[in-house]
């Protein structure tokens, strides 16, 4: 099993497309600021991070209007180095919530919102990764 893409159904669609390719600097596999589909590739794989408008979902997900209380989903981006990235992204236009700062000892962190509500952690390891499970 190979993991393909997070998709994040979005009612913003510009404004959560030009925020993950202008602000964070993903690099969209096709070019589609109008939508209703894009996906974004993170270096090093295919998997990436999609954005599909909201209502192009709704007959498959009955519950769609529903909005439940709370965050459901975190997308998390590891980083080489997450202090110079948010420099970068808040000069970008990103707002950072909270961070960059320790999580453990073992990492370091930061949090923001694309335009759609979705929260970010943008994370970097202080230690060598631990080793992927297959």
């Known amino acids: 099993m190979e993991l393909s ?8 669609f510009r404004g959560c497309y030009r925020f993950y390719r202008d602000v964070l600097g993903l ?3 096709f070019e589609a600021e109008d939508g209703p589909y894009a996906k974004f590739l993170c270096d090093g794989g295919t998997a990436g991070i ?8 709704a ?14 989903s ?7 180095d997450v202090d110079g990235y948010c ?17 453990t000892d073992r990492m370091r962190v930061a949090h923001l919102k694309d335009p759609g509500g979705n929260v970010i ?5 202080l230690v060598p990764r631990p080793p992927s499970a297959h």
């Open 5 to 12: 893409q997070v998709r994040l159904l979005v009612e913003d």
């Open 27 to 29: 690099k969209p596999q």
């Open 50 to 57: 999609a954005l599909q408008l909201r209502s192009d979902m």
């Open 59 to 72: 007959e498959f997900l009955d519950d769609l209007a529903a909005r439940p209380a709370g965050y459901r």
């Open 74 to 80: 975190l997308v998390v981006l590891r980083v080489d």
């Open 87 to 103: 420099a970068e992204i808040t000069g970008r236009g990103a707002v950072l919530l909270h961070g960059p700062g320790p999580m």
């Open 121 to 125: 952690e943008l994370q970097q390891w």
